[in-house]
Nanobody
Framework: QVQLVESGGGLVQAGGSLRLSCAASGRTRSTYAMGWFRQAPGKEREFVASIEWSVGRTYYADSVQGRFTISRDMAKNTHYLLMNSLKPEDTGVYYC????????????????????WGQGTQVTVSS
């Protein structure tokens, strides 16, 4: 089992920045990838970014490419999502996720392939 705890959400004006953190505990040695997803009211959960834990390869949704950066601190079993140039459409509950099995690249963009989830943290971007 892997436990995930997010932090760092909040209210920010458009154009501002936030950094989310996701601390993992438990059987973290088996982690293959970590990711961030978000869900706005009335919408489905969508992929934001992911990182292959051992090699650090990263993937982003087109909507956040160039504005968001996912990174990891392997010693702390923590990964981060730095969000710059935030827009009102970035508003939502952000969830971190972990996958412990190998995966094809396309699978890292799919919420259904992650077996562990955090509780979510609210990000609100005002216009």
């Amino acid at each position: 089992q892997v436990q995930l705890v997010e932090s760092g959400g909040g209210l920010v004006q458009a154009g501002g920045s936030l950094r989310l953190s996701c601390a993992a505990s438990g059987r973290t040695r088996s982690t293959y990838a970590m990711g961030w997803f978000r869900q706005a009211p009335g919408k489905e959960r969508e992929f934001v970014a992911s990182i292959e834990w051992s090699v650090g390869r990263t993937y982003y949704a087109d909507s956040v490419q160039g504005r968001f950066t996912i990174s990891r601190d392997m010693a702390k079993n923590t990964h981060y999502l730095l969000m710059n140039s935030l827009k009102p459409e970035d508003t939502g509950v952000y969830y971190c996720a972990a996958r412990t099995a190998d995966a094809f690249t396309y699978q890292l963009r799919q919420a259904g392939t992650y077996g562990y989830w955090g509780q979510g943290t609210q990000v609100t971007v005002s216009s």
